[in-house]
């Protein structure tokens, strides 16, 4: 896989459960490369399509753990959060997406945190669709 050498920006997200029923809250904010610290509370006008790439992907992944923690019989607490950032990059003349995952699961210990953060990148739809495409870090606070 080509890794990128220049990243030209970075989209963030920061992702927590609602207790609504499946939904998420997305926080966004132009990160490296943007120009300046702006905070999107919820997805509004002229978000970059590195936010929204990743704000769907941390929706998605955000509900992978919930359904690897039941499977466990794992409960996840109400601070359960995900904060993602995809790049936007080059190497050579080619244009090249990567990702990093910081996943935070208060009060749950770090390797069961860190079982349940990998096996639900292995079941979450957009990891599955970007395996082997871009660079992908999963990291457990």
Known sequence: MTKIEKV???GKTHTTFSGRGGRVD???SAGKGA??????????????AEQLFAGAWSACYI????LVAQAKKVTLPSDLSVDIEVDLG?????YLLQARFNVSVPGVAR????AIAHEAH??????KATRGNIDVVVNVA
Do not use: K, R, W
């Open 122 to 127: 292995q079941i979450c739809p957009y990891s």
């Open 90 to 94: 080059m190497t050579g003349d080619a």
């Open 35 to 48: 120009g300046a610290d702006i905070t999107f509370p919820a997805v509004e006008a002229h978000p970059t």
């Open 26 to 28: 997305l926080n966004l």
């Open 111 to 114: 390797e069961v945190a860190e």
């Open 8 to 10: 030209l920006l970075t």
């Open 63 to 66: 509900s992978a753990i919930g």
